[in-house]
């Protein structure tokens, strides 16, 4: 499909700390990328980053905004044209310290996976490097005819062909799509707790802070900011656009309720920039007068609500499958990730039905991954590499559930220093 004389410019509202922006919508198969950003007087404006496949040459329009760069900062002059190649020396953050707006374009070739570094944050983040698979179905008349099975092959394959590495979906039914290669790549937890029982521990720090609620308005302007701020170091995150934040608006209908009354709240989205605003966050949903009930969305593991309670016993969690993985091409995927040491892990995928050239040994050394044919230290399934993808679970636990094989000593533990992520992977929106 094409989107030849449509209007392609898409704004994206306020993405960051008196940052506007607008930009050519993103179609498969149009590397062209192009974007004009607004930074407001006296804003902190883009944070310090670089991207590893994306090559960005800027062109100010409008005032003086201060380049950072890696040998150091100095202030641009309208009509100057810089560039920012791929990789760490191509970093750079631009900020307004001025009284005046700036205004300045950036247009280049879109890489495709592409990730981006946040080096002062530590933060990496690959976007646009995943499909999500939603709404599957086929109409009762025509079930168990091998429908489904054609569905998912014409979808992965054209994910592949798109250059894309990786494709996701949310399981009504967990048994289906293990069978086309997905794998249970994270967990979620869903605690309902009793207002009465269920607070914070006594020896945490006083209030802090301030909760109002925000009208719609408010809403759109605070609330992407520090949605992507958590984004960027969350795995598992999905990018929001405006659109998003325009249609997704809080309210109470009752067929969301699930059957709770007035007296129980749902929570869809509780997220703290840091800390202290969690803890603040949770303590206020904890401690609404004539709430009886807080039921919450899916939860990693790790959140740090589990051992902000007092009581654990008291949040009455109940778990269930999160995101499932399909690697449809290991090696991009495998390229496309971060890992946690320098060091050296080969990894064999044992086959791949649809996508055999995926089945081979991958070594993982200084960051990068290539076919090799080294000894693997690790034997794995499609499925096992998806749920280790994210570090939702460990090789080691993989192997324990029999989906896993360490071929060498220490094997296991080699492949899971490589993977392992500072945080579980959390994606709290079913899609
Ligand atoms: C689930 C659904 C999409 C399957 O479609 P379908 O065209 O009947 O599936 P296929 O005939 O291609 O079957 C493919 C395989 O999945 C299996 N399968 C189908 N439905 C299944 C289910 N609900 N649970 C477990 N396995 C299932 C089939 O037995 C078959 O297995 P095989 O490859 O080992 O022979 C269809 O039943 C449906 O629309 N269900 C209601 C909506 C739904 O549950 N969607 C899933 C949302 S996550």
Same mark, same amino acid.
């Given at each position: 499909m094409t989107d030849y004389g449509d209007n392609i410019w898409a704004d994206l509202g306020e993405i960051g700390d008196g940052v506007r922006g607008s930009r050519l919508r993103r179609t498969p198969g149009r590397p062209l990328a192009a974007a004009v950003w607004e930074l407001d007087p006296s804003s902190s404006g883009v944070p310090y980053h670089f991207h590893h496949g994306t090559e960005e040459p800027l062109l100010v329009l409008k005032g003086r905004p201060v380049l950072r760069m890696p040998d150091g900062e100095r202030t641009l002059e309208e009509a100057e044209v810089v560039h920012f190649p791929p990789g760490s020396t191509g970093a750079h953050a631009l900020s307004n310290p001025t009284d005046e707006s700036v205004r300045y374009v950036m247009v280049g070739a879109h890489a495709s996976p592409d990730i981006v570094?946040?080096?002062? $944050?530590?933060?990496?983040?690959?976007? /646009?490097?995943?499909?999500?698979?939603?709404?599957?179905?086929? &109409?009762?008349?025509?079930?168990?005819?091998?429908? &489904?099975?054609?569905?998912?092959?014409a979808q992965l394959r054209?994910?592949?062909?798109?250059?894309?590495?990786?494709?996701?979906?949310?399981?009504?039914?967990?048994?289906?799509?293990?069978?086309?290669?997905?794998?249970?790549?994270?967990?979620? !937890? #869903?605690?309902?707790?009793?207002?009465?029982?269920?607070? &914070?521990?006594?020896?945490?720090?006083?209030?802090?802070?301030?909760i109002r609620m925000l009208d719609h308005d408010d809403a759109l302007r605070l609330l992407p900011p520090l949605y992507e701020k958590i984004a960027r170091r969350t795995v598992g995150f999905l990018a929001?656009?405006?659109?998003?934040?325009? #249609?997704?608006?809080?309210?109470?209908?009752?067929?969301?309720?699930?059957?709770?009354?007035? &007296?129980?709240?749902?929570?869809?989205?509780?997220?703290?920039? /840091?800390?202290?605003?969690?803890?603040?966050?949770?303590?206020? !949903?904890? $401690?609404?007068?004539?709430?009886?009930?807080?039921?919450?969305? $899916? #939860?990693?593991?790790?959140?740090?609500?589990?051992?902000?309670?007092?009581?654990?016993?008291?949040?009455?969690g109940r778990l269930r499958d999160g995101l499932w993985l399909r690697l449809a091409d290991v090696g991009a995927a495998l390229a496309a990730r971060s890992y946690a040491s320098e060091g050296r892990a080969a990894i064999e995928v044992t086959s791949d039905p649809l996508f055999p050239e995926n089945a081979d040994t991958w070594t993982i050394e200084g960051g990068l991954a290539r076919r090799s044919r080294r000894r693997p230290a690790?034997?794995?399934?499609?499925?096992? #590499?998806?749920?280790?993808?994210?570090?939702?679970?460990?090789?080691?636990?993989?192997?324990?559930? $029999?989906?896993?094989?360490?071929?060498?000593?220490?094997?296991?533990?080699?492949? /899971?220093?490589?993977?392992?992520?500072?945080?579980?992977?959390?994606?709290?929106?079913?899609?």
């Amino acid at each position: 499909m094409t989107d030849y004389g449509d209007n392609i410019w898409a704004d994206l509202g306020e993405i960051g700390d008196g940052v506007r922006g607008s930009r050519l919508r993103r179609t498969p198969g149009r590397p062209l990328a192009a974007a004009v950003w607004e930074l407001d007087p006296s804003s902190s404006g883009v944070p310090y980053h670089f991207h590893h496949g994306t090559e960005e040459p800027l062109l100010v329009l409008k005032g003086r905004p201060v380049l950072r760069m890696p040998d150091g900062e100095r202030t641009l002059e309208e009509a100057e044209v810089v560039h920012f190649p791929p990789g760490s020396t191509g970093a750079h953050a631009l900020s307004n310290p001025t009284d005046e707006s700036v205004r300045y374009v950036m247009v280049g070739a879109h890489a495709s996976p592409d990730i981006v570094e946040y080096p002062d $944050e530590g933060t990496v983040c690959g976007r /646009d490097a995943c499909a999500g698979v939603t709404v599957v179905g086929v &109409l009762p008349s025509h079930r168990r005819r091998g429908l &489904l099975t054609r569905m998912m092959t014409a979808q992965l394959r054209d994910v592949r062909e798109r250059g894309v590495s990786i494709a996701t979906l949310w399981a009504s039914e967990e048994t289906i799509y293990g069978r086309y290669g997905y794998g249970l790549s994270s967990l979620g !937890l #869903l605690p309902t707790a009793k207002r009465q029982t269920s607070q &914070l521990r006594s020896d945490l720090p006083s209030r802090e802070g301030a909760i109002r609620m925000l009208d719609h308005d408010d809403a759109l302007r605070l609330l992407p900011p520090l949605y992507e701020k958590i984004a960027r170091r969350t795995v598992g995150f999905l990018a929001r656009p405006r659109d998003w934040w325009e #249609l997704r608006t809080l309210d109470d209908r009752e067929e969301r309720r699930r059957g709770a009354g007035s &007296l129980n709240v749902i929570v869809h989205d509780a997220f703290g920039v /840091d800390a202290r605003a969690t803890r603040e966050i949770w303590r206020f !949903l904890l $401690e609404i007068d004539w709430v009886d009930e807080v039921e919450t969305r $899916e #939860l990693p593991l790790d959140h740090p609500l589990i051992l902000l309670t007092a009581r654990v016993n008291e949040l009455r969690g109940r778990l269930r499958d999160g995101l499932w993985l399909r690697l449809a091409d290991v090696g991009a995927a495998l390229a496309a990730r971060s890992y946690a040491s320098e060091g050296r892990a080969a990894i064999e995928v044992t086959s791949d039905p649809l996508f055999p050239e995926n089945a081979d040994t991958w070594t993982i050394e200084g960051g990068l991954a290539r076919r090799s044919r080294r000894r693997p230290a690790v034997r794995v399934d499609l499925q096992a #590499l998806a749920s280790a993808f994210l570090g939702g679970f460990l090789f080691r636990q993989i192997a324990a559930a $029999e989906r896993a094989e360490g071929t060498v000593r220490g094997g296991l533990a080699r492949a /899971d220093a490589l993977f392992a992520t500072p945080a579980l992977p959390w994606c709290p929106e079913i899609f």
